[in-house]
């Protein structure tokens, strides 16, 4: 570690550094667009830490909503009829694929192909 990279890692918040780190996982699943660079309308693969997940109706049908993080922004994913998925959990680390669309000014997927990668240590 050179003497720059030390100085900046001894003045970086813990936010940062959890970003910074979030950024160099994700970039390192093969394929895997970041999240500040997903535009909509476009099929794309993302890859980070689920962050929240939460059961929302939406027009009185079942919607499960998780919140992606991969460090360089957020992701919602929004599976419809689905009250909850097994694996999909706070802080779990997946794969997403899907249609990028705009939901509230917020990037989203609706209904998004999936996969659980493993936990540190699994």
Excluded: C, F, K
Excluded at 20 to 36: F, H, I, K, M, Y
């Amino acid at each position: 570690m050179t003497l720059r990279e030390r100085v900046r890692s001894l003045l970086a918040s813990r936010d940062q550094e959890e970003a910074d780190q979030e950024r160099a996982d994700a970039l390192a699943v093969a394929g895997s667009t970041p999240v500040a660079e997903l535009s909509a309308r476009h099929r794309a693969t993302a890859s980070g830490v689920l962050r929240s997940v939460t059961l929302r109706p939406r027009e009185g049908v079942p919607a499960l909503e998780a919140e992606l993080y991969d460090g360089s922004g957020a992701l919602d994913l929004v599976w419809l009829g689905r009250r909850e998925i097994p694996g999909i959990v706070p802080g779990r680390r997946v794969v997403v694929e899907g249609m990028v669309t705009q939901l509230d000014g917020r990037r989203a997927v609706y209904n998004p192909r999936y996969q659980l990668r493993p936990r540190p240590g699994e």
